[in-house]
């Protein structure tokens, strides 16, 4: 049977995939890093407020963007995924001050 214009892209796409399945399992291995420093920090800070930390948050965007562009990443892309994650951690963060 003859291969198809189709099937060498479907064979592409698949190993393209398991590539991004294997990003995604070290990027969720840095998250858990990332949780973990987040708690440690949480645990040093006196209030809501310097959870929050909106200069702080710029900061880590400034320096993120620095770092895509260095390694020709998208910056916006970079800073949307961080924004996204940065709120997230700040949420957990207040639930985890509110636990204790």
Do not use: C, H, W
């Not at 929050?52 to 998208?74: C, F, H, L, M, W």
């Amino acid at each position: 049977m003859a291969e198809t214009e189709e099937e060498p892209s479907v064979k592409q796409l698949a190993a393209v995939r398991v590539a991004i399945n294997e990003v995604d399992e070290q990027i969720v291995s840095l998250i858990s890093r990332r949780e973990r420093l987040v708690r440690r920090a949480g645990a040093l800070k006196r209030d809501d407020a310097s959870v929050r930390a909106p200069a702080r948050v710029e900061q880590v965007i400034t320096n993120v963007r620095g770092y895509a562009s260095k390694q020709g990443v998208d910056p916006a892309v970079v800073e949307q995924t961080y924004r996204a994650m940065i709120e997230a951690f700040i949420d957990y963060e207040l639930r985890v001050r509110r636990e204790q």
